[in-house]
């Protein structure tokens, strides 16, 4: 069965795989995961204003990118970030983006759904006299939020956040679709070159496997040492 | 901004020569749903197998469960996809690969495939979780009446988890729609494929993809209605979901 399994193959690519694209990948990951929980953060305390305008407007703009599939998502941001750009900066022709620039600000945007949905439980799950506490000492709403609120938030959610960056690290693959050079596309390229497919996808898969399956245990590590005693 | 909006553009023919755009469209939405509802059954189905393995005393079938679990929830979609397409053929003997590649609709059975073993390992997830969530006393209870261990389960254990996590399959089973989308990258020539090979004839792109975006809040909206009924049908007095009927 694996009797005609070629490791050179991968002997010859692997660095070209690794440190450009799970390079790549990974990079987009990081700053993706940063800019989404900070963005998601937003949103969720938009979601959880009393102005009711703010909450709607963060509600439909999750409901909708959570209703429809990050493939479908991907190739609107392709479509639609450079005629944003020209907006933004007045241009008459829509700009060119990087791909790099493109990736990202498509998954910040989209990952921002989930995480919101992930902070506004964290929020929720503070009892809301520690924010009465707050007002009554003479806080203003940001200070509540800031050095009441939200550190305990995160601290509570800190691994169902990360379990969610793991999934946001498979989706990063899906940029295949938009041929953005990741981890997945550049093996494909290897593969369809030197007519290894078989190798090429074997050795994607068990190193997506071996991380996914290594952070997952770092996750649930950290779940225990994190617990509150109440 | 310069782009060229034309709404009507549904209403012209399409080059595959099947009818206008808006029918294209919703010809990728049929293949999106058989892709989802078949894979759906299967995962079900397998999910509800791993699940309850994991919770039985055997510890060979936990270890299994949770081996089939981690293998299928930490590998992308789409690279399982690759692997059920690309390599599962090759790996088998010269003649099966030979069937199975030249199998009528063979992106179609090779999504079904994936997303069904991809979604299992979640179903299985929550299936465990809602027999756990059970009290112990249940179990106990099953066995003190006599009742063997598959019989617990069958009567006792699996009736009450699986209404109990009717809500999250729910969102699995949304899931399982939107996933289908990934198949386009096998050939699938499914909703999104659609609008995307719609966008490439006509330059027609965010027209194309606003149909594709509103079918599919369509879809979930219809989803979650029903389930809000079965749920409403299946609930079991007493419990916070057993509200007024």
């Known amino acids: 069965?694996?009797?005609?399994?070629d490791f050179d193959v991968i002997g010859r690519t692997w660095q070209t795989l690794i440190f450009q694209g799970l390079a790549f990948t990974l990079q987009v990951t990081v700053l993706a995961m940063l800019g989404g929980i900070a963005l998601g953060t937003l949103l969720a305390m938009m979601r959880l204003s009393s102005r009711k305008p703010l909450a709607w407007l963060a509600g439909g703009y999750v409901n909708l990118l959570r209703s429809i599939p990050l493939v479908l998502v991907i190739f609107w941001f392709y479509f639609l970030v450079p005629y944003i750009g020209a907006w933004v900066i007045g241009s008459p022709t829509p700009i060119k983006v990087g791909a790099f620039a493109s990736a990202l600000v498509t998954f910040i945007l989209f990952e921002a759904c989930y995480y919101c949905e992930i902070m506004r439980a964290?929020?929720?799950?503070?009892p809301s006299g520690q924010a009465g506490a707050g007002y009554a000492l003479g806080m203003n709403y940001w200070q509540v939020m800031g050095h009441i609120v939200l550190p305990q938030a995160f601290r509570n959610m800190t691994p169902v956040l990360l379990t969610q960056t793991i999934i946001l690290f498979q989706d990063v693959s899906l940029v295949y679709i938009i041929s953005l050079p990741d981890f997945v596309t550049i093996a494909s390229k290897v593969a369809q070159r030197d007519g290894r497919l078989v190798e090429m996808y074997v050795f994607v898969a068990v190193v997506y496997f071996a991380l996914c399956l290594l952070l997952s245990w770092q996750v649930k590590r950290l779940q225990g040492r994190l617990a509150i005693v109440r | 901004m310069n782009y060229?909006?034309?709404?009507?553009?549904?209403w012209e023919m399409s080059p595959d020569a099947s009818g206008n755009y808006l029918q294209t469209l919703l010809s990728g939405l049929n293949w999106t749903l058989a892709t989802a509802i078949t894979a759906w059954v299967v995962a079900l189905a397998l999910g509800a197998v791993v699940g309850t393995m994991r919770t039985t005393p055997l510890l060979w079938a936990a270890r299994l469960g949770n081996a089939y679990v981690e293998v299928f929830r930490n590998i992308p979609l789409l690279v399982q996809m690759f692997l059920w397409f690309f390599v599962v053929p090759e790996l088998l003997p010269k003649?099966?690969?030979?069937?199975?590649?030249?199998?009528?609709?063979a992106s179609f059975w090779t999504a079904v495939v994936a997303l069904a073993f991809f979604t299992s390992a979640r179903v299985a997830e929550q299936v465990r979780a809602g027999i756990q969530s059970l009290p112990r006393g249940q179990m106990l209870a099953g066995t003190a009446l006599g009742l063997t261990l598959p019989q617990t389960y069958r009567y006792v254990l699996l009736p009450m988890a699986f209404r109990i996590i009717l809500p999250p399959l729910t969102s699995e089973f949304l899931n399982i729609i939107k996933n289908s989308a990934v198949a386009l990258t096998i050939g699938l020539m499914e909703l999104t494929a659609r609008a995307r090979s719609m966008q490439e004839f006509s330059f027609q792109v965010f027209e194309a993809f606003t149909a594709a975006t509103l079918i599919y809040l369509a879809v979930n909206a219809v989803v979650v209605l029903a389930m809000r009924g079965v749920e409403r049908w299946l609930a079991v007095p007493g419990y916070i979901g057993a509200r007024a009927r």
Do not use: D, R, V
């Open chain 2, 4 to 10: 060229n909006w034309n709404w009507g553009i549904f």
């Open chain 1, 122 to 126: 964290g929020i929720q799950s503070i």
């Open chain 2, 95 to 105: 003649a099966a690969g030979t069937w199975l590649k030249q199998l009528p609709n």
């Open chain 1, 1 to 5: 069965m694996f009797g005609s399994f």
